[in-house]
């Protein structure tokens, strides 16, 4: 069947977001019936997913999504910045974590086969936002907080995202916090949590480091000098330590003490962390493709 209407053809791209000539393609192997059209499509589009879901997608989005005494990130990847901007991506990027919020999904696996608006769960609608798009797109990772204090959430860029929750304090204080856990990445909240083994490491650095007159110096004397070096180092490890971003002159512990705020829980992701990106010579590809190498 050859003669397939411009109308119908764009009432399938407008129902399915995919391209003009896959959809003039579906209407055509399936007698302009387009129903049966728009299930050959959804095949069809998760056959190219599963084909493409090998290749590595660090680039992406991280999104948040906050209400109710609850918030969630969210890191839905892709494979270059650029499709980061385009709007199908963007709106299930944000789709899907408020999807993630309401549905109450504590882990990846259990939002991906959550039920997603459009039909589907969501692993199914990323697959077929494959056919649309024509890259890898997954639902990587997921943080959740509920509490009854305050939560503080930032997303930096679209690329880092951060949730604290607070006991106590304010909202304004909660954000300016997640703005300094974004900018410094502290790798502990507090002193009592960085590990002995961390500890013993820089003091065996430390002790490496001093001059032999200062090794010469009594036992006492020489354990203060450590301790001073130890104790600077932890608190540049620690969120409750460091100078706090918006206010230099005083740790982010001086502006919790100041509104009798503690920290309860601090999620922070940051797009493809972890992920290992492949280095492409994009000159050497292009002379490989005209046969020039």
């Known amino acids: 069947m050859s003669n397939i209407s411009a109308q119908l053809v764009k009432e399938l791209r407008e129902r399915s977001g995919a391209g003009m000539m896959e959809c003039k393609k579906a209407l055509v192997e399936n007698n302009g019936d387009i129903d049966v059209a728009m299930e050959w499509l959804r095949k069809s589009g998760l056959a190219k997913a599963d084909k493409k879901a090998g290749r590595i997608a660090a680039e992406g989005r991280i999104v948040a999504a906050q209400g109710g005494g609850k918030a969630v990130l969210v ?3 892709c494979e ?28 990846i696996e259990a939002l991906k ?12 609608a990323a697959k077929a936002l494959v ?4 890259e890898n797109i997954q639902v990587r990772r997921m943080a959740r907080v509920e509490t009854d204090g305050v939560i503080g959430s930032y997303i930096h860029g679209g690329r880092i995202g951060v949730l604290v929750a607070l006991k106590g304090g304010s909202e304004e204080l909660a954000k300016g ?10 790798q502990y909240v507090k002193a009592e949590e960085v590990p002995a083994d961390f500890i013993a490491k820089e003091k065996d650095i430390a002790l490496s480091q001093m001059s032999d007159k200062d090794k010469a110096k009594p036992a006492d004397i020489l354990d203060k000098i450590i301790s001073g070096k130890i104790n600077k180092i932890v608190s540049e490890v620690t969120l409750l330590g460091q100078a706090y971003v918006l206010d230099t002159n005083v740790t982010v512990g001086d502006a919790l ?9 601090v999620s922070r992701l940051a797009v493809g962390e972890g992920i290992e990106k492949v280095e492409e010579d994009f000159h050497a590809e292009v002379m490989k493709q005209a046969g020039l190498a």
């Open 80 to 107: 270059t910045d650029f499709v980061t901007k385009n709007p199908d991506f963007v709106k299930f990027s944000d789709t899907v974590a408020d999807v993630a919020l309401k549905s109450g999904a504590t882990d």
């Open 113 to 124: 086969t959550t039920a997603y608006p459009a039909g589907g769960n969501i692993e199914e």
């Open 177 to 186: 916090i997640a703005m300094h856990v974004a900018a410094m990445n502290p």
């Open 75 to 77: 890191e839905v990847n």
């Open 131 to 134: 056919a649309t798009i024509g």
């Open 257 to 265: 003490k100041k509104e009798g705020a503690d920290v309860v829980s």
